[in-house]
DNA sequence: GTTAGTTCAGTTGAAAGCAATATTATCGGCTAC
DNA sequence: AGCCGATAATATTGCTTTCAACTGAACTAACGA
């Protein structure tokens, strides 16, 4: 990426008079230093998140329960339905894919259907509508984008379902944002199509990261979504420690990293919940970072870099992808906190706030809204907000920064730019 | 010193308004009989 | 007649505003010992 801006920038300015020399020296540095080093990646790829690895470490125990509860499809059973509960990095989806593909290999062909459906994706899976379009189209059949009635999809869909013959295994990932979507319904008519069809069965494989949304959920949709449940608990620091170690193996050359480093990023990860997608996360950009430094080796002091890296850009994306009126709210909290660090209130953010709207011509929101947008701000772990009473003085939140300097004054510069 | 009542400065929930999109229904034109 | 795309009509969404009830400790005033 890095490069790529950089190339950008020498083919304009080597357009004009001048610029041309400097250009060639500077395009000739970087290819030299790219070419001369001994390269530390052997396979980025095996970094990213689509990657699926061969052998997955401390999963075994759920990798079999999944299996057991699913190989009945080979032998034409119904198996029961699945609920995978288990935190963000704990290897959900991975073992879910894994074990639906090897399911397809051994299973006679034309038998088995698999279908993977990550309900998060927006534009897939918005409504009921485009839902249904979607698991049509898994079964080799158009439909009108817009035009028909749901009903007329679901017609649709339990006459194809009935003509396949199959077993189909409904994989739903996400499902939490499916339901916050387009409500437990569907669900339950999935449920129940069994009931109705005779040739085919359908299971329902349901992942979530959040424990609570099995609680709130329609009890009849509730007791047969989860026949069975499968608990993933997050890693700790030695199990990530292995997956590292374990990736690290196809992902760099031999002697490219060491060890002090993936404990590095198996401790820094096992903090958070024991994120396995984070610590390998991590683990490419400290291989980044020292790749550029132009060290021949991912050491400790990279993962320190790439760490505070990972959690600046986070922060600047979140605060990034916010609508122009809570980044306004944002500046409004920062600039505050910059005169004095304790004891910003919701009030004088307010005022703040409106008088940078005022400043930049922008039409400004009620107080009502600007304390929603604080709390989602809140909730985004940008600020930290805390409900006081100041008795006769009245009642209000006490609000509390939690960027470190530099994100604040990266943050600022995109103010800048944008506001 | 205690107790009960006020008050402030927002918080919070529900409902309604509004504009931008997405969906649905309708219509006129075109083609093939 | 039947199909197609365009367009009008309608519904849905996402974001806001409006309204109004609620909050909880500092402050006050009255109470009682």
Redesign the pocket.
Known sequence: MELKLKLNFILVTSNRRGGGIMAQISLNDIFSKYTSKKPIFKDKDTLSIRFTPENIPHRSEQINQLAHILAPVLRNEKPSNVFIYGKTGTGKTLIAKKVAANLEIVAEPNNLKIIYINCKMRKVTD?E??LLAQLIEFFGEKVP??????SELYNRFFRLLDASRQNVVLVLDEIDSLVDKIGSLFLYNLTRINQDLEKTKITLVGISNNISFLENLDSRVKSSLSEEELIFPPYNATEIKDILTERSRIAFHPETITDAAIAKCAALAAQEHGDARKAIDLLRVAGETAERIGSNQVREEHVDIAQNKVDTDRYIETIHSQ?K?SKIVLKAVLELYKKNAKGI????V?DLYAKICQKNNI???????V?DL??ELDNFGIISTV?I?????????KINVNLSGTVVSKIEEMFSKEL
Do not use: V
């Not at 984008?145 to 749901?150: A, C, E, H, V, W």
């Not at 009473?389 to 939140?397: F, H, N, V």
């Open positions: 409504t509508y485009r984008y817009t035009g028909l009635p749901t609508p009126q209130q919701t009030g004088d307010y039409k400004s929101l009620t107080q009502r809204r304390s604080i709390t409900n009473s100041k008795g006769r003085y009245g009642r209000t939140r």
